[in-house]
C-alpha cells in the first residue's frame, strides 16, 4: 500500500520545531500502521466475496507487521508480512491469488488438516488432492486484504497525523493546550 502527503510551511521551522514536527509525523505513523496491521488482519479473518477467510493456521494474520523509516529527510511507513512464521512464503499469493500451479503437496496436506478437521487419514488425502486438482486448474483467487486495507488508513492519515503532530507541539513547548 502507498500513499503521499505533504506538510505546508515546514521550511520556516527552526530546528526545535522541525524536530516537533518530525516526531510528530513519526508517532502518526506508527499509529496508522497500528490501524494498518489491525485492518489487514481482521480482514484475512473474515469472508471476501465468495471467499472464505484466508486464515487456517493463524500464521498469516500472526505476521502482519509494521516498521517506520526515514529515508533522506522523507518518512516512510512500510505494512507487510514478516518471514519470522513462514508466511511471507506465500502472502503474494493470498493477497493477489495465483495463476493455475502445482502446490507443494506437504504445505497442503498440513493446511488441509488445520482447515478442514478430516477424521481420517484418507479423508484428508481426498480433501487435498482435490484442493490441488482445484490449484492445478484454476489457480487461487486473491483476497486483496492489504488492498482493502488502503481506504481504512488514507481516510485516517491527515487526522492521525494532524493530532500526534499537535501533540509534539504542546511537547516542546509550542503553544498551549485548549
Do not use: C
Not at 491469488?97 to 497442503?108: F, N
Not at 479423508?123 to 482445484?134: D, F, M, P, W, Y
Not at 488514507?154 to 509534539?168: G, H, S, Y
Amino acid at each position: 500500500m502507498e500513499w503521499t502527503t505533504r506538510i505546508n510551511g515546514w521550511e520556516t521551522l527552526d530546528a526545535k520545531g522541525h524536530d516537533a514536527l518530525l516526531e510528530g509525523a513519526k508517532s502518526g505513523l506508527d499509529v496508522l500502521g497500528s490501524l494498518a496491521e489491525a485492518t489487514v488482519q481482521d480482514l484475512i479473518r473474515t469472508p471476501f466475496g465468495d471467499k472464505p477467510p484466508a486464515v487456517a493456521s493463524g500464521n498469516l494474520a500472526s505476521s502482519i507487521m509494521h516498521e517506520t523509516d526515514i529515508d533522506q529527510g522523507m518518512l516512510r511507513l512500510l505494512v507487510g508480512v514478516s518471514p519470522r512464521l513462514g508466511a511471507d512464503q506465500y502472502a503474494d499469493a493470498v493477497e493477489d491469488g495465483s495463476r493455475p500451479h502445482m502446490p507443494p503437496y506437504d504445505a497442503l496436506d498440513a493446511w488441509v488438516l488445520l482447515k478442514f478437521h478430516p477424521d481420517t487419514e484418507e479423508q484428508a488425502r481426498e480433501i487435498a488432492n482435490g484442493v490441488l486438482r482445484k490449484i492445478y486448474y484454476h489457480g487461487t483467487k486473491p483476497h486483496h486484504m492489504f488492498e482493502r486495507a488502503l481506504p481504512e488508513v488514507e481516510k485516517n492519515a491527515v487526522p492521525v497525523l494532524e493530532k500526534q503532530i499537535a501533540q509534539a507541539f504542546l511537547r516542546a513547548g509550542f503553544g498551549v493546550a485548549a
